[in-house]
Structures are given as structure tokens and as C-alpha cells.
């Protein structure tokens, strides 16, 4: 069954540390992995995309990295601050049909606080 | 560039009521088209997609259904809402193989009443 889990649902630190959240999933095929951020209320936005040759990617004060042997991606963020809070979102698409259905798994929240 | 539209951002309507949501896409042709569903808590669940004018397939069998009258229109529409059907629903677009623009509006928080 095609799967993407989140950990940890929910976490909390404070401005300018830095922190890590996991993604593991069990798509197959695999086509690409991405880390979508969303404010309250609102749409969630692309951070990172990832293919399978690709190992990791940047995005300002976001990083992600993805072992595809292991089926693992983290998000790494580098120097919090407060407009981090949000729940960030992985999501990995499959390569199963021409459209790719996209698995979405359950989400982080991260608060941060001052 | 691309962007995508989605209306209104939030609406509360009783039992019975019909229902309307509109998204439109600019800056592309023959975009793939989703309606999503966001419960507290939860992931997102895909509602119905497109690939095309006139064509719409379904997810889960469900309360609503969808539209597309133009190739870059999605509406989402119900005839009888339920309080089942409050939720956080979002539109999102996408082209070619491996989705690569899925890119999602901002969102409809609808709160049957």
C-alpha cells in the first residue's frame, strides 16, 4: 500500500534554532518527492522537488535531502524564525500512470517560538 | 507566469443549500485540474481531477461533484450541502508527466451550518 508518513506530527522550538522533520513513504514506483509548506488558512507552497538522482535540494533557509534506497527525505531548517510556524507537508508522486497520483502524507506542525 | 485563482476564500452555508466553488488557472493551456479536501488534522484527500475539458473523474464516491466548462475552469458544486461536506477544500493545477507545476490555490474553508 502506498503510504507517506510524517514525524514528528507536531514540534515545537524556538527562534534561531534549527530543526528536522522526516518523511518516509512506501510509493511505488517512485517518481518524485516534494515539501510543501501551509500557513493556516492557506493553500499549501512548493519548497523542494526531488527525483529519484537527486540526493538534495535547497530553498533559502530550506533543505531537503532524500535517500531513495531507504525510501527516507528530511527537511531541514536552518536559523528559525517566527514565519516558519506552519504545517510543512510531504508529498510523493508516483510514476504509475501519465498523471502520477500524488501521496500526501499527514504533516508537521511547527511552531516557533520567540 | 502561472497562476491560479480560487473563490471565495470562505463561506458558511446551511443544510440543503447548493454550493458553488470556482478555481481558473492563467498563464497555461490544458492544465490537469484537482479538487482536493483538507480535514483538521488530516491529509489531503483528492475529491476529483481532470485532464481535460468535459472530462472529470472521481475519487470517492461523495455529496459533490465537478465541472469544467473551459479548459482552464474547475468548479466544484453540490446540490444539497450536508454538515459532512465543511471542510477546507483546495484547487490545484498541473502539466505533463510527474506533475512537476502542481502548484495549489489558496483555499475555500466552507462551514456548513
Known amino acids: 500500500k502506498n503510504q507517506v508518513e510524517q514525524s514528528p506530527q507536531s514540534l515545537i522550538i524556538l527562534e534561531g534554532k534549527n530543526c528536522t522533520l522526516q518523511?518516509?513513504?512506501?510509493?511505488?514506483?517512485?517518481?518524485?518527492l516534494r515539501w510543501y509548506k501551509q500557513d493556516t488558512g492557506r493553500g499549501p507552497v512548493s519548497l523542494t522537488i526531488?527525483?529519484?538522482?537527486?540526493n538534495t535540494k535547497s530553498n533559502g533557509r530550506y533543505t531537503a535531502t532524500l535517500d531513495a534506497d531507504t525510501k527516507q527525505s528530511s527537511l531541514h531548517i536552518t536559523a528559525s524564525q517566527l514565519s516558519d510556524s506552519a504545517s510543512y507537508i510531504c508529498?510523493?508522486?508516483?510514476?504509475?500512470?501519465?498523471?502520477?497520483?500524488?501521496?500526501f502524507g499527514r504533516g508537521t506542525q511547527l511552531t516557533v517560538w520567540p | 507566469s502561472q497562476t491560479i485563482h480560487q473563490w471565495p476564500a470562505t463561506l458558511v452555508q446551511p443544510v440543503g443549500s447548493p454550493l458553488s466553488l470556482e478555481c481558473t488557472v492563467e498563464?497555461?493551456?490544458?492544465?490537469?485540474l484537482y479538487w482536493y479536501r483538507q480535514a483538521a488534522g488530516r491529509g489531503l484527500q483528492l475529491l476529483f481531477y481532470?485532464?481535460?475539458?468535459?472530462?472529470i473523474s472521481s475519487e470517492v464516491p461523495q455529496n459533490l461533484s465537478a465541472s469544467r466548462p473551459q479548459d482552464r475552469q474547475f468548479i466544484l458544486s453540490s446540490k444539497k450541502l450536508l454538515l459532512s461536506d465543511s471542510g477546507f477544500y483546495l484547487c490545484?493545477?498541473?502539466?505533463?508527466?510527474?506533475?512537476?507545476?502542481?502548484?495549489f490555490g489558496s483555499g475555500t474553508r466552507l462551514t456548513v451550518v
Open positions: 490545484a493545477w498541473s502539466v505533463g508527466p510527474g506533475n512537476y507545476g502542481y502548484t
Open positions: 518523511c518516509n513513504y512506501t510509493v511505488s514506483p517512485f517518481s518524485n
Open positions: 526531488m527525483t529519484f538522482s537527486e
Open positions: 508529498v510523493v508522486s508516483d510514476r504509475g500512470s501519465t498523471l502520477g497520483r500524488l501521496y
Open positions: 498563464g497555461t493551456s490544458n492544465p490537469n
Open positions: 481532470s485532464v481535460g475539458i468535459g472530462q
